[in-house]
């Protein structure tokens, strides 16, 4: 903790999974001696790089770009790469901390890893996020491959980035290696599904938890906070198993509207790139107001966070509470704070913590790589069948960590954290003093 004092996300990450896994620690009292928990929670290596760039006018700048490597227990080092001013090097270990065990989880072979940068590509041209991107990859293309560490889009991160980081990593290395980078472009590459999963599977995977918790999906009202890549395809999944979508939100304000039209949502984020207070007007119906969704006091069954992280504290569960929640599921890594968590718990409502809502992602970016490798493409309803049997194996891995360790069967936090932990000590065992 005190060498660590000045990353508050990474201990905020590493407080949530360490209160959860306390059970498997008393029953093995052998780990103490073995130095589980510091082999856990120290990260193998971690790479910080100067990236300089110019912009059209001709003018300099100069970012800083992480990559964390993480664990390596159970394969190569796997997760997303996020453009984003708040970009800290605590970020990106509280990033890759969740991502080991949200990896373990798929059952797919990937360790876990993260990176970034405190670049911010709003605003920018396409020809200044190019040579950005390009000259970020000169550097990181020293530390990945496809066999070692495969990066993938996170916030700030979508196909156009994915696209000028996988063209110079080729320049760089002069070959064809697919499988070092996912996300990519279906024409060069990237798979069907892999731009939906992240969305779909916190669906798939909160269908699932209606259904052993005996709530219908039809007619219920959700948030969906966000309006980038996970936000819109978890709002698609929703509204075709007859959930209402009733408000989404963007980095300014939220839009609330009886008839949500995913489209103009589709067409303000991925085409114009700009803000949703365009919404109402190109709707022709609903409200923009400015602020945070979770100010509102909507009344809503479901809430799906699916911005960024801390977006929810325990004021504004407690009024999510007040106005009807009935279930949390995080599409975004930690959007909410360990005492909105806790508050869910006592208040008894279902709480699915994002290593296992929102695993779809990277298990798809896993399935690109198995493609990559294979040299083949599936089909989307191929890959998109696999997603769902991925988030089904997800619950049933929680579901039978409640068992085993007698839990409530609301507990999805202590379970997931369970599951996803107690591979990666197995692996790191095996292998002797990993
Ligand atoms: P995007 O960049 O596509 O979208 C992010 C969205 O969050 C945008 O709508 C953005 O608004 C909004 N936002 C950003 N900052 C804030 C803020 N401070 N308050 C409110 N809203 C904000 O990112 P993704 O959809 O890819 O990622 C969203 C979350 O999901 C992140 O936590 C990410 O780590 C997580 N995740 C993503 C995966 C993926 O496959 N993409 C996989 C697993 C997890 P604006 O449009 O104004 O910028």
Redesign the pocket.
Known sequence: KEKDASQPEFLQAVEEVLNSVSLIFDQHPEYEKMAILERLTEPERIIQFKVPWMDDQGQMHVNRGYRVQYSSVLGPYKG?L?FHPSVTLGMMKF?AFEQIFKNALTTLPIGGGKGGSDFDP?GKSDQEVMRFCQSFMIELSKHIGPDVDVPA????V?AREIGYLYGQYRRLKGVSERGVLTGKGIGYGGSLARKE??GYGLIYFVLEMMRTHQLDPQGKRAIV???????IYAAEKAMQNGIQVIAM????GYIVDDQLDLNVVKKI?EQLRT?LSAYPEMAGHGEYHEG?VYDAGLKAELTLP????N?INKVRAGRLLDQGCLLVAE???M?NNNEAIALYHEKGILFAP?KAS?AG??ATSALEMSQNSMRLAWTFEEVDDKLRGIMRSIHEQCQAAMNQYQLDPKDYVTAANIAGVQKVIDGMIAMGDY
Not at 225 to 231: C, E, H, P, Q, R
Not at 249 to 252: G, L, M, P, V, Y
């Open positions: 997303g996020r990033l709003k889009g996170d916030m700030g979508g999963a992240t906070s966000g309006s980038g890549n996970v936000a939100s963007d980095s300014r984020k803000s945070s699916c911005a960024t992280q977006e599409g975004a890594n959007p994002g929102n992602g990277v």
